[in-house]
């Protein structure tokens, strides 16, 4: 059985940083696609970015809003994926998700039923 746990999140001043950790633990993964989800308080869950890795194939999406202020990275030798958040804004604020996939996908995998893992959340909050 395949669990993710995330952790990193936090209370961060507008403009602040923080950095997501997702690490995978009963299986390591011969490819795969791992997306970050977030879901503020009376909204959907919603996409942020994901990686999807096969061998020497690494693809990165991310979510137009936060394209250039987050960035995933992976450490195959940890079983870990993160999210690097910069210039973070209030309306950041939102559990923040990693959810994983056996499969390397050229595409972005936006729908949260593409995914058959789910990490508990990690709350992060931007104060203004």
């Known amino acids: 059985q395949v669990q993710l746990v995330e952790s990193g999140g936090g209370l961060v001043q507008a403009g602040g940083s923080l950095r997501l950790s997702c690490a995978a633990s009963?299986?390591?993964?011969?490819?795969?696609?791992m997306g970050w989800f977030r879901q503020a308080p009376g909204k959907e869950r919603e996409f942020v970015g994901d990686?999807?890795?096969?061998?020497?194939?690494?693809?990165?999406f991310y979510a137009d809003s936060v394209r250039g202020r987050f960035t995933i990275s992976r450490d195959n030798a940890k079983n870990a994926v993160y999210l690097q958040m910069n210039s973070l804004k209030p309306e950041d604020t939102a559990v923040y998700y990693c959810?994983?996939?056996?499969?390397?996908?050229?595409?972005?995998?936006?729908?949260?039923?593409?995914?058959?893992?789910w990490g508990q959340g990690t709350q992060v909050t931007v104060s203004s």
């Open positions: 959810a994983g996939k056996e499969v390397f996908q050229p595409w972005r995998l936006m729908s949260t039923t593409g995914y058959d893992y």
């Open positions: 009963g299986r390591t993964f011969s490819s795969y696609t």
């Open positions: 990686i999807s890795w096969s061998g020497g194939n690494t693809l990165y």
